[in-house]
């Protein structure tokens, strides 16, 4: 069973910055993804920022040059730092790993509360 757990949610003010954390546990096989998505009220969930174990990360055109994502894979942990924060930010961020080895395996948190205030 995987666990992952998310930590570095709170409020802020526009233009603040927030740093999230997400340890997983498990067996984790050395083939996934790890990444971050977000819930706004009454919206989808979004995709917000993946990275593989080697480096390569992906991000959603709105946090592209605000947002970093980044992983320490001997500890299963991904971060993502979120600089120059919006009101439009705010949401319930998400942390998923997908696990490909022996099967694909989708794995989420449970949230943490991101709020901007302008």
């Known amino acids: 069973q995987v666990q992952l757990v998310e930590s570095g949610g709170g409020l802020v003010q526009a233009g603040g910055s927030l740093r999230l954390s997400c340890v997983a546990s498990g067996s984790i096989s050395s083939i996934n993804v790890m990444g971050w998505y977000r819930q706004a009220p009454g919206k989808q969930r979004e995709l917000v920022a993946t990275?593989?174990?080697?480096?390569?990360?992906n991000y959603a055109d709105s946090v592209k040059g605000r947002f970093t994502i980044s992983r320490d894979s001997a500890k299963n942990t991904v971060y993502l730092q979120m600089n120059s924060l919006k009101p439009e930010d705010t949401a319930v961020y998400y942390c998923?790993?997908?696990?490909?080895?022996?099967?694909?395996?989708?794995?989420w948190g449970q949230g943490t509360q991101v709020t901007v205030s302008s």
């Open positions: 990275i593989t174990r080697t480096g390569p990360a």
């Open positions: 998923n790993l997908v696990d490909y080895i022996p099967a694909i395996r989708n794995y």
